[in-house]
């Protein structure tokens, strides 16, 4: 391979994206929002590129991932629709009527919903979803809600992993690396479900004395009622429709983005009192914008050759321990993840992979390795994920309410009981990555 030489167009857009990442994760002492900052590098990348010759408008577009994006977006709608019916809710308090006060198995079940949940909707909505639910079902039982909080999030970033939908990092590994519903499942679910056991047993030892309190045990029967059990039960009709063609979707030749947009598109016909102004409005149109951004960004880079140039230094060590080489990725993702967003170091790191994957070398247990070490890695502080965001403000928000400052989930609680569970579980996927080396390196095409 010919040896790449450090040139202006890749100074450029090397500066460009540093100053653009820096912007994004700096975003809470500034006070601007990371898409904002996102936008502003990408047009800047877009200006600069065609100055220097690298890149240009008609690039940029090429750049952008629209599987990626077009999933996303349809999925959030249909979540947008589910929502208001009821049914999450109805899941909820049946759990917490079967648990009948014993707290682990309450945990258990809450974080098994979490988990499954979060194999086809994003972990962000999940939380959204439980983590209020959960905040009055340990009111009515006079608990701790922090145990079950945690757990919430800690289980939605790991469920994510799973699937090739269950988690925006995976869609772009996914769509970059070309690989399917199935093959993604098949390779991650074991992981994700040691990890998910690992994470349930390290919770009730953090929290044992939590789980051993008497709690009271109300009546929930009266909550388990449906508002619009017509559009529950045909968006469950749906999603499992959507399933079935996310398993075959490689061998009816359609992306991932196809299936999400057939299936919203059947929900609103079968339940057609769906308001579409009012659903549109619910969709994270800000997270949308920053993936468009964020792809223009790492477009202009990848065209100025640096991350090829970057990649050529990589290169030897990954020719000589494929196994070493992967572990590594695997935790710098994982601790990079748990102090800044995994979404633009997934970003930056697509392109790494697929110019390593250019000259010949097999990165299959590499793509790997970056789906769990991103997922996995987000589990580590209350800022990984957005997720963690949303359930440390949420329990913030109950202990301001109450004027119990026990109830917040402050970055000490989160280092001493989310911290260790991430720990463990990326040593219980670095042992499974070691024992089965040969099936996650095995070639995907």
Known sequence: MEQLSFNTPMLVSAIIMALTFLGIFTEGLHGFHRTKFAMLGAVSMIITGQYFGFYSPELALEAIDWNVVLLLGAMMTIVAILIPTGGFQMIAYSMAQYSRGRLFLLMFLLGTAVTVISLLLDNVTTVVIFGPLI????????????????????????GGVATLVGDPPNLMIGSAAHIDFNTFFVHMG??????????????????????????????FSDKE?????????TGLLVLGIMVILFMVHHALQWEAWMVATLGFTLFIFIAPRIDLDETFTKVEITLLTFFISLFVVVGGVEESHFLEYIGQFILPFVEHDLLTSAIILMWVAA??????????????????????????????PLWWALAIGVGMGGNGTHL??????????????LAKETNDPSLAITPGVWFKKGTPAMLL?????????????????????
């Open 135 to 158: 905040v009055l079902i340990s009111q009515a039982l006079k608990v701790n809600p922090i145990p079950y909080l945690l757990a919430a999030a800690l289980l939605s970033d790991t």
């Open 190 to 219: 074991g992981i994700v479900l040691a990890a998910w056991l690992t994470i349930l047993l390290a919770l009730k030892f953090l929290f044992k004395s939590e789980l051993r309190v008497k709690p009271v045990i109300p009546d």
């Open 225 to 233: 009622k449906l508002s619009d059990p017509w559009t529950w039960k």
């Open 335 to 364: 601790v990079l993840s748990a102090l800044i967003d995994n979404i633009p170091f997934t970003a930056a790191m697509v392109p790494v992979l697929l110019g390593i994957e250019a000259q010949g070398i097999n990165v299959t």
């Open 384 to 397: 990984g994920s957005t997720a963690n965001v949303y359930i440390v403000t949420l329990s913030e928000r």
């Open 425 to 445: 579980t990326l040593l219980t996927s670095s042992v499974l990555m070691w024992l089965f080396f040969d099936f996650f390196s095995a070639p995907l095409h």
